[in-house]
């Protein structure tokens, strides 16, 4: 049985989130949905709250009428009274159950695919989606082995989530700022598929080696990509990537120890207060290193297919991970690859800083160049239209996009008038649905104090509340001008009640109001 209030004091139970019905797309009926990760479902139900220990489940779950439950299970049928029947036949560690209820609906995007989502999203849900899910599913099973979860079902959660995704298997629950309307966005589910092998089947057995779950995520989404987009648009996204890193490492101090990817989590340490770049980022080169002792693509993604198939449905160590490595290439093994002067594994796992080995994302250059040479075109004091007018960038993907306003970003204040010349001729970017686009283009306008679209930022914040987008519009705001100060407190306080709790108290930090209110 399922029951709640809506505004939940969620101290008490903080990833059983019960959202009122302003929280939700639809803002007709309440919301419920569960976050396990990193060690929340102990507030769901009694369980052993670790990834080292992984179990089958079934759950009986009923809910008012007008309601539909789902969980991150194998089959579902719904049985009289309203009542939502599940198993996962497949053991999964406790943070990878999940259930939602609330009033959504479903659609078929292939054959063993389909979206949920609140009615009034469903169809923008379908048509973007439609045909895409198989496509990058196939790819994986090439690459890394059967899919053996039976479906890949994606819920779009309410605009409220903070998150961007979150792997359940079976169903993914993804924000809806990937429905771009023009499947520009498409490619980042592709993180959360690469789970299904990555996390889901082979885990970590303790949130201290986090990077086995997401270091080899990030490189299977990357060969994924590859294989579907090509090596120089990966490159061009991986190098976002190493850039984020680097932004990480520079605010923390290479020397942090959280900067490990073996990271020591004291007893009574929250394991997502550790949470960063690096168990991606840096777990990602050390993957990548691993593939360049090997030097062959395809005997590399041959061990990646045996990794799966020696390790699937268990909990394990990265002393697992590189034994198995050593074991299945005995001539490198004999090299004593893992103890070369500066590369040796141990440094590896338990020296912080910046990664000793970095793949080469030259091809990337070929995409970042004309990006590069556009963001300089517009920085100048005298605008050289015909330059200008010669990039043609409708044929640029998200990534290049983002890749060129971020440049953008980095040289402004643009000298004046230039921003708003630069709106008017890429309504491509100035008029986006695309939130990765979106974000960046209202940051630009913070930036250049560009007051005649100071409503886009506005109209930005009052669509979604994720995390990721919402908390640098509110520091640029509050770090500009009076005009800005009082755009984002006005925004906040229309906005507030649509904001998961946790996003909510960020944003009050940023504008002084948490102390003002203790």
Known sequence: MVQGTPGLEWAEHPWVCWLSPEQTAGKQKPYMYTQGQAVLNRSFFPCFDTPSVKFTYSATVKVPEGFTAVMSATSWEKQKDNTFVFKMSQPIPSYLIALVVGDIVSADVGPRSRVWAEPCLIEAA????????????VVGEKLFGPYVWGRYDILFMPPSFPFGGMENPC??????????????????????ISHSWFGNLVTNATWGEFWLNEGFT???????STEVYGLPYTCLEAATGRALLRQHMDATGEDHPLNKLRV????????DDTYNETPYE???CFVSYLAHLVGNQSKF???????VNRFKFQSITADDTLGFFLEYFPELKEKGVDSIPGFEFDRWLNTPGWPPYLPDLSPGQQLMRPAEELAE??????????????????????????YFL????????????????LSKMYPKISKAQNAELRLRWCQIVLKNNLEAEYSKVKDFLHSQGKQKYTLPLYRAMWGGSEATRALAMETFSATAPQLHVNVQNYVKKILGLAAAEA
């Not at 169903?171 to 959360?192: K, M, N, Q, Y």
């Not at 100048?380 to 993907?397: F, K, P, Q, T, Y």
């Not at 971020?406 to 010349?421: A, F, H, M, T, Y």
Request: charge should be negative.
């Open 301 to 307: 993604d041959a061990f990646l297919q045996a990794y």
């Open 171 to 192: 169903l993914t629950f993804v924000t809806p700022c990937l429905l771009a309307g023009d499947r520009s966005l498409v490619d980042v589910i592709i993180h959360e």
């Open 377 to 402: 075109l517009w920085a100048a004091h005298s605008l050289n239209m015909e330059a200008i007018e010669a990039v043609d960038i409708m044929g640029w993907r998200t990534y290049q996009l983002v």
């Open 264 to 271: 020591v989590i004291e007893p009574g340490v929250n394991p």
């Open 282 to 284: 840096k777990g990602y």
């Open 406 to 421: 971020d440049q953008v970003l980095q040289k402004s204040p643009l000298p004046e008038g230039n921003v708003k010349r």
């Open 126 to 137: 379908k048509k973007e989606y439609d045909g895409v899910i198989e496509e990058f599913l």
């Open 218 to 224: 990030m490189y299977a989404q990357r060969r994924i």
